[in-house]
């Protein structure tokens, strides 16, 4: 049984996957003796060194990117090689958080008021500051911004624009953040993230020491349940049966889903590994649950 790791890639999270390539190649050798980790630029490069190395599951390490927006997952798909994580469909949907939360809104699972902007004299259309502006289809916090009115709205939208052709304009939530792991049925503890300073961008993702987590969450045993029922929700409602990671912010006592994210960073630091942790799956167990069920 050969399993194959790609991670790299050449989107803004490059080196978020690298790390998660690296540390799933090394905890794949405690169960597995015929791995390889392969670091690939774009998506010809990663297809062909894939079908190269001929594996048996394809361990999708990347981030962003044609590694998480479903290109590569449908060139797998067609030349009938497995891999782990979300199928072709659920990962178009999931990495357009317009997309994601139209479907969200459709199924009556809280998110927070939304408007995607493609001209900037759309923004006389936005009524519900302050405001939350961010791209349609990016990660790790990268171009993330808060404006209270139109005037401190504009340079941003006009930024997103120029470089995105788009921008999702979404109202600004206050209260805790909360990021819950789902893997196959199984759903992981609530992880309450808690930023020394400022809000969970970039800098408090990856500086080690910048952010608390509270795993699991400390809050009252029915909200505990609401949050994992919403996350759930979301995730089953894009129709994801492998793993994701669902991010949401409790407002009141409403939890709001943000987005689901198909490929959730898979360092054994990261997010769904420290869930998976809290609730007794080391991250050998969890990268070898991945592969089998691939
Ligand atoms: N509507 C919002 N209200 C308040 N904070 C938000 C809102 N949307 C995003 N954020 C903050 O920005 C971070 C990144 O947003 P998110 O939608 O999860 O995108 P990504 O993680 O893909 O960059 C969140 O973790 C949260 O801290
Ligand atoms: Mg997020």
């Keep these: 049984m050969k399993v194959v790791v790609v991670c790299g890639g050449d989107s803004s999270e490059r080196e978020v996957s690298l790390s998660t390539g690296k540390a799933v190649f090394e905890a794949l050798k405690a169960n597995f003796s015929d791995i390889e980790c392969i670091d690939c630029s774009n998506i010809k490069d990663c297809i062909s060194k894939v079908v190269q190395s001929k594996p048996n599951v394809v361990f999708i390490a990347l981030h962003g990117g044609f590694g998480e927006n479903g290109q590569f997952q449908s060139a797998l798909e067609s030349l009938g090689i497995k891999h782990t994580g979300c199928s072709f469909k659920e990962s178009v949907i999931s990495m357009d958080k317009f997309v994601t939360k139209s479907i969200l809104k459709k199924n009556n699972i809280p998110t927070p008021e939304f408007l995607l902007i493609r001209q900037l004299n759309q923004i006389e259309l936005i009524d519900f500051y302050p405001i939350c502006i961010k791209p ?105 049966n492998s793993y994701a990671r669902v991010d949401l912010i409790l407002e009141g006592n409403i939890p709001y889903v943000l987005e689901i994210n198909s490929i959730p960073g898979m360092t054994a630091t990261s997010l769904l590994p420290k869930a998976a942790l809290s609730s007794g799956i080391s991250f050998e167990e969890l990268v070898k649950l991945l592969v089998d069920k691939a």
Excluded: H, M, W
């Design 136 to 240: 349609q289809s990016e990660g790790s916090s990268v171009d993330v911004y808060f404006a209270n009115n139109v005037k401190e709205a504009k340079p941003y939208i006009e930024n997103l624009l120029n470089k995105y052709g788009s921008a999702l304009i979404e109202k600004k939530l206050e209260g805790d953040e909360l990021t819950v792991g789902i893997v196959y049925d199984i759903i992981l503890p609530i992880i309450n993230i808690k930023p020394r300073k400022g809000f969970y961008d970039y800098k408090n993702k990856y500086t080690k020491g910048a952010t608390e987590y509270i795993v699991p969450a400390n809050l009252p045993k029915n909200i505990l349940d609401l949050v994992q029922s919403v996350a759930y929700s979301a995730y089953k409602s894009i129709g994801c």
